[in-house]
């Protein structure tokens, strides 16, 4: 069974800094995609950024500069680094790996995002 474990989120003051990891417990190049959606309350979930097998990423508009998804290849691992982070990014960040040929979704528990002073 597929297992998407993030990590990292937390409570923060706007302008500062989180990173959230994503360990997967198959290696992230069996995903088509992997990104990392977010769910505020009373809000639908929505994405926040993907990439590809390829490497190339695609981020929403309203973290375009301040947010940078990465990875590790090695460690089957994704990484969000949040910076600028604003009362907005509140919400709880969830991790996705999709896999085309199987058209099936992964999700990992979730975790809370709070920006706040």
């Known amino acids: 069974q597929v297992q998407l474990v993030e990590s990292g989120g937390g409570l923060v003051q706007p302008g500062g800094s989180l990173r959230l990891s994503c360990a997967a417990s198959?290696?992230?190049?069996?995903?088509?995609?992997m990104g990392w959606y977010r769910q505020a309350p009373g809000n639908q979930r929505e994405l926040v950024a993907l990439i590809n097998n390829g490497g190339s990423t695609n981020y929403a508009d309203s973290v375009k500069g301040r947010f940078t998804f990465s990875r590790d290849n090695a460690k089957s691992t994704v990484f969000l680094q949040m910076n600028s982070l604003k009362p907005e990014d509140t919400a709880v960040y969830y991790c996705?790996?999709?896999?085309?040929?199987?058209?099936?979704?992964?999700w990992g528990q979730g975790t809370q995002v709070t920006v706040s002073s």
């Open positions: 198959e290696s992230i190049f069996s995903f088509s995609t």
């Open positions: 996705n790996g999709y896999r085309a040929y199987a058209l099936r979704n992964y």
